[in-house]
């Protein structure tokens, strides 16, 4: 019995300074190497109680595989739990590429609304948009007033827009006045809007006195509209294209 334990211990001593030498020269492996000795020391005590020196050349064998088969699966654990980590930031990242992509897409929409809703409202303002005038007076009514102030409110906040203004007469009285007449009516027209904020370089005018009349028939009701300023919003490409 004391020969058997004698045995033992020699073969743990011998392995140990094994190991230990090997642990020195191969620093990267140290936590492998360890498991393996915890295993194969176990194993070593273990055979040599049970089946003597043999025995304990076989529990050494046994033992060290037990122990490397310990370590590694704390290192799979390991492993797997790093591996769970970045799978989820992978899903966390693509979750937010995701909502990106949304906001981006409802962003678009409600862009496109917007133009949508302005290119109503210009074509509103656009169609028959005519500031009338009384008999020889280039006075604009409160009625209009209220007009421009709605298409000055529209220019100020689109820089893209201009606004042509074209003067108009009836026919009563001669061409010369009538010429002059209808140029003060836009002139009068273009001070308005300058007077709310409205860039007087974004303001065309033109006049063009009675040559110009709605209706071919004279009459008292024909002459009212005849005696107008006419405003046509356009866009800055519009306008430059117009003058080539």
């Not at 509103?124 to 005519?130: C, I, S």
Request: net charge negative; charged share 20%.
């Amino acid at each position: 019995m004391k020969k058997q334990l004698i045995s033992a211990l020699i073969i743990s001593s011998v392995t140990f300074s094994q190991a230990s030498f090997a642990g020195q020269e191969e620093q990267d492996t140290t936590r492998t190497h360890n498991e393996e000795l915890i295993g194969l020391s176990s194993g070593i005590v273990l055979g040599a109680v049970v089946a003597g020196p043999v025995g304990a050349i076989i529990g050494a064998f046994t033992g060290t595989m037990i122990g490397k088969s310990v370590g590694d699966e704390s290192e799979l654990k390991q492993n797997t739990a790093q591996l769970a980590m970045q799978q989820q930031e992978i899903d966390n990242l693509a979750a937010e590429k995701q909502l990106l992509a949304t906001n981006q897409q409802q962003t678009k929409q409600q862009l496109l609304a917007l133009q949508q809703a302005q290119s109503t409202r210009l074509a509103e303002l656009t169609l028959g948009l005519n500031v009338q005038f009384k008999t020889g007076s280039s006075e604009i009514q409160p009625h209009f007033q209220a007009q421009l102030d709605e298409v000055a409110y529209l220019l100020n906040q689109s820089p893209a827009l201009r606004l042509d203004l074209t003067g108009y007469a009836d026919r009563r009285g001669d061409s010369t006045y009538n010429q002059a007449l209808s140029e003060q009516r836009a002139a009068e027209v273009r001070s308005y809007l300058v007077d709310r904020g409205v860039e007087v370089s974004r303001l065309d005018t033109s006049a063009f006195g009675a040559s110009s009349p709605l209706n071919q028939e004279q009459s008292f009701e024909n002459d009212f509209f005849d005696r107008r300023v006419t405003l046509r919003l356009v866009t800055e490409e519009t306008a430059v294209a117009a003058t080539h």
